[in-house]
């Protein structure tokens, strides 16, 4: 990939071999996050930051986590994830426990519920990135290209910084 030292105008920046290859992964992650997330929505009756928690509390398992682990696991705000825990509690996905290891805290685990939802719209997510994700590439290119965005994500969350 061409990598040019020097930027002098609009033309090439917009033109900037990285520029450009950043910009197709937005627009690519855009616009699979909007075909996703309104299957999601339109098969399972959940968004897909709901999906997203529903995934992160399957895999932590019983007891659950704390609000703070599921913000700094989607990047979110402690307001924000409150907010988001509140309307799948009051949608029957989540139950906030008391955390056995500290009497002040609070869990949040799956409910029977929680757990029916996240398996069905696993399901719709799954044969819907075969379709849209997985289809395109070729089919030797596929299991790289999953372990390089692997790569990338780590890479990413551990340049964040941390929640207190």
Not at 74 to 84: F, H, I, P
Not at 128 to 148: G, K, S, T, V
């Amino acid at each position: 990939m061409e990598e040019r030292a020097e930027i002098s105008t609009a033309k090439e920046a917009a033109e900037n071999d990285l520029v450009l290859a950043f910009g197709r992964l937005q627009g690519a992650a855009n616009r699979l996050e909007y075909i996703l997330g309104r299957s999601l929505e339109e098969e399972c009756g959940i968004n897909h930051l709901t999906f997203e928690v529903l995934l992160i509390l399957g895999r932590a398992g019983a007891p659950g986590l704390s609000m703070r682990v599921v913000a700094q696991e989607q990047v979110l705000t402690s307001g924000g994830v409150t907010r988001l825990v509140d309307r799948m509690e009051a949608a029957g996905l989540v139950a906030r426990v008391e955390d056995p290891d500290d009497r002040r805290g609070r869990l949040v685990r799956l409910t029977p519920l929680g757990e029916e939802t996240v398996v069905r719209a696993s399901r719709v997510h799954v044969e819907n990135i075969r379709r849209h994700f997985l289809a395109p590439l070729p089919e030797e290119d596929r299991d790289r290209f999953a372990e390089d965005l692997r790569v990338l994500s780590h890479s990413a969350r551990d340049a964040l910084p941390r929640l207190p």
